[in-house]
């Protein structure tokens, strides 16, 4: 059988954790929590992902801080994973700013998880 | 100043009498109905800032009335309050989903009635686009139970009702205009949680919250904290219903 394809999220409530586990599951996916950017680094130092989805709004380490760092990685199978943002806009980013951190897609709260299926299912199958 | 006028539905004639003097000589000006459907009628034809009805009237009460006169396209609706010598818990939240803004104990307090009127039209309009918000939006729960079915998503809300208790727990503590930055942080959370779940009364309170904030505004603070409290309750008590 195949290996499942890995995605990785970033997101410090647990509501949004638990029906994206609960998603991912579903459609097949092996899902790794990480609960602030630090945690994504760590995580980052004996893994890799097919995907990341990182929430914005994050103690320790916020997900610019951490979408920053992994495209300044050194290793490009870790600077290159597709990084789907989730964001309240509580910071008042806009898309530029998005795209110039080096973000693929962005998903506004409240989440539409269809929709996270769907960028899921376009980064990981391509 | 502009009288307030008010309109007093109940069906005993003498507790009208009583009330309507008293009324009138705090400076109301009075209108009667003795039933829903008089009161409707009369809504229909004239405008009022507070609608007082009691909740047991024949003909019509008060719950069946105050739906058809929120289906009325009036921007300047009254605030509807409804009275009754006693309301149980699970009243209520009946009378409120009904689209009762305020429930007064009967015998009525005019000090009270006055401070209803003092906030009247600016309130009463925002609750009207509240009303119309879900305790638990359907299409959200449709969309998240194709993942698995509609059993699985219990768990789910029960995690959601823990969290959101403790999240509330938490802004108790909090100090909003002292500790800003935290207390927006928990609302954004908050709010951000109770969409993705479709918890769009409770999603929508959390923004308004994080809007006072936002603007420095914090009188009223007090009151929409005690609605994000009562809609958190109404939530608690529905969402395995509107689950299954």
């Known amino acids: 059988m195949e290996k499942s394809k890995k995605v990785l999220i970033a997101e410090d409530s647990s509501i949004i954790i638990n029906l994206t586990k609960k998603i991912m599951e579903f459609e097949g996916y092996d899902l790794v929590i990480a609960r602030n950017g630090q945690e994504v680094l760590d995580i980052l130092k004996d893994q890799t992902f097919d995907v990341i989805l990182m929430d914005i709004n994050m103690p320790v380490m916020d997900g610019m801080q951490c979408t920053k760092a992994i495209r300044a990685h050194k290793d490009p199978k870790i600077s290159k994973i597709p990084i789907i943002v989730i964001t309240g806009n ?5 898309p530029e700013d998005f795209k110039n951190a080096g973000v693929n897609e962005y998903l506004q709260k409240p989440l539409n998880f269809d929709k996270m299926v769907e960028y899921v299912k376009k980064y990981v199958d391509a | 100043m502009k009288r307030i006028s008010l309109l007093l539905v109940d069906d005993d004639f003498n507790y009208r009498k009583i009330v309507q003097q ?5 400076g109301f000006e009075v209108n009667l109905a003795t039933n829903g459907n008089d009161a409707f009628q009369h809504i229909k034809n004239q405008e009022f800032d507070i609608v007082l009805m009691d909740i047991q009237m024949p003909f019509m009460d008060g719950l069946t009335a105050v739906k058809l006169i929120n289906e009325l396209d009036n921007s300047e ?3 509807m309050v409804a009275s009754s010598a006693f309301f149980s818990e699970d009243q209520k939240i009946k009378l409120k989903d009904a689209g009762f803004d305020e429930l007064l104990v009967k015998p009525i307090n005019i000090k009270e009635v006055l401070a209803l009127s003092n906030r009247a039209h600016k309130t009463s309009i925002k609750k009207l686009t509240r009303q119309k918000m879900a305790i638990l939006n359907q299409t959200i729960v449709q969309k998240l139970s194709k993942y698995g079915g509609k059993a699985d998503l219990i768990p789910i809300y029960e995690n959601f009702v823990e969290e959101t208790s403790f999240l509330i727990s ?12 935290i207390t927006k942080s928990l609302l954004h959370t908050l709010k951000g949680n109770a969409g993705s779940v479709g918890a769009d009364k409770l999603s929508s309170i959390a923004k308004r919250l994080e809007i006072t904030i936002k603007e420095n505004n914090f009188e009223d603070w007090h009151l929409h904290f005690q609605e994000l409290e009562d809609f958190f309750l109404e939530f608690r008590i529905n969402y395995r219903n509107l689950l299954t």
Not at chain 2, 22 to 26: G, Y
Not at chain 2, 172 to 179: G, R
């Open chain 2, 170 to 181: 938490k802004l108790k503590k909090v100090e909003p205009k002292k500790e800003a930055i």
């Open chain 2, 77 to 79: 609706r009254p605030i």
């Open chain 2, 22 to 26: 008293l009324l009138e000589t705090s």
């Open chain 1, 90 to 94: 509580y910071k008042n980013y806009q």
